[in-house]
């Protein structure tokens, strides 16, 4: 019998819901480059319900307990006596997601004299010491793909309200006003633009080709660089460092995950490179940026806006000053949980338990640490190192 500790968001203020605003919740068939959705053998949730919080369970209670094994669910994962550090000792497997990490830092894991493998329902393992799971030869995976396409929709409705000018614009007409010159004093078409995004995996590359029939120039940087044929497809500009896509997008965009190379890529040094009124999304990781430099760009006029769902730590403690800066259009991290994207990330850990109890392989892209290495998507899009430094700040937050 095996201990598995979830630890998922807390569940509606008003509790947990009874309807929903839609009767269906359509689903693709198969990825864009024709990996296919998860397929665990059976599932016990309705797509469209909402399982990523506490009384979800990601729809795994049924699963497991028919198997014998026992599930903690809990929200408690930071400060003094949080559930989570309560549940370490005998956990064999933890799971989390990245709206509400739980932070596997080096010490987590060394408490955790059982643990065999940490899943994130989603994608993004940063919350976890990458270093410390592989010297402790812990597996790592995620739900790659899962959720990809839905924070594409994200980066370009965030990058359609910055241009456009829409939050302030919606805010004058709920609050009754009517002054048109205050809400397109700062309102732009995103046509003609230059938009460049940092990263073209499976999101940044979703980004482009919606981006497309808006008729802006596209340009990219990857340590991977795309086929030609894409490149041609989309007539990509590539580069080979953010100084130089810096210096001449409109609309730059952060798509890569958090490690060792990319934390705090975007600080006071490299924003010294992007033009004077550009707009920054970054639905990837907040530590990409250095957050005062962010939110001195944003004052001083340099940045025209800066919008996305990701901080750090998470929860944002309230001085965060992402959420007071000016132009911006931050929310809460749920790009990727839309209740489409549970069903699909929901699926893929129940896919990935069912690998673990049935000694079956784990999909190479969904490992990213195994063996002691890093692995599958974790050896393609991360580097080796530990990200979780800073972490221990998410025990500050205070519901306002
Ligand atoms: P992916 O693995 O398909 O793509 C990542 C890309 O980043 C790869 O092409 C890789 O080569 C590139 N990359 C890595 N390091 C780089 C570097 N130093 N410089 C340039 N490029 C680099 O992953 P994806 O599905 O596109 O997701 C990317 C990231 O987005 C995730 O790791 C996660 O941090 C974030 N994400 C956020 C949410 C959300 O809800 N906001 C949801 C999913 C993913």
Not at 149 to 155: K, Q
Not at 197 to 212: P, Q, Y
């Amino acid at each position: 019998m095996a201990k598995i500790v979830a630890v998922l968001y807390d569940d509606p203020i008003d509790g947990y819901p009874t309807t929903y605003a839609r009767n269906d919740c359509p689903q693709p068939e198969v990825y864009p480059d024709g990996q296919t959705l998860p397929n665990p053998k059976a599932i016990d949730f309705e797509p469209g319900q909402l399982l990523g919080s506490v009384s979800g369970e990601l729809g795994l209670r049924k699963y497991l307990e028919e198997n014998g094994h026992e599930l903690v669910v809990t929200s408690s994962k930071d400060g003094p006596n949080n559930v989570l550090d309560q549940e370490l000792h005998d956990a064999e497997i933890i799971i989390s997601q990245p709206f509400w990490p739980a932070y596997m830092t080096a010490e987590r894991i060394a408490k955790a004299k059982n643990l065999k493998m940490i899943v994130t329902a989603g994608i993004g393992s940063d919350h976890t010491d990458l270093q410390a799971a592989a010297e402790r030869d812990i597996t790592v995976a995620e739900v790659t793909y899962s959720n990809s396409n839905a924070v594409a929709e994200h980066v370009v409705m965030s990058t359609l309200a910055l241009v456009r000018n829409f939050i302030p614009s919606h805010d004058i007409a709920r609050n009754g006003g009517w002054n048109i010159a205050d809400c397109v004093s700062r309102s732009y078409d995103l046509e003609a633009m230059t938009v460049g995004t940092v990263a073209a995996g499976r999101i940044g590359l979703r980004v482009l080709r919606l981006l497309k029939p808006f008729g802006v120039k596209l340009h990219y940087m990857d340590r991977h660089r795309l086929p030609k044929k894409i490149e041609q497809e989309l007539d990509l500009t590539y580069h080979s460092s953010l100084e130089s896509l810096s210096k001449v997008c409109d609309v730059v965009t952060l798509n890569c995950p958090l490690h060792p190379e990319t934390e705090h890529m975007v600080n006071a040094e490299s924003l010294k490179h992007f033009k004077r009124g550009a707009y920054l999304i970054n639905t990837a990781r907040g530590k990409l940026c250095d957050k005062d430099a962010i939110a001195a760009a944003l004052e001083s006029g340099h940045l025209a806006g800066y919008a996305g769902d990701v901080w750090f730590p998470q929860p944002a403690p309230q001085d965060h000053p992402w959420r007071s800066m000016p132009h911006h259009g931050m929310t809460p991290h749920i790009s990727g949980t839309s209740l489409s994207a549970q069903a699909r990330y929901a699926a893929g850990t129940r896919e990935i338990l069912e690998c673990y109890f049935e000694g079956r392989p784990i999909r190479d892209e969904y490992l990213v640490v195994q063996g002691g290495a890093l692995a599958g998507v974790g050896a393609h899009s991360y580097s080796n190192g530990n990200a979780t430094s800073g972490s221990e700040d998410a025990a500050n937050f205070q519901p306002a």
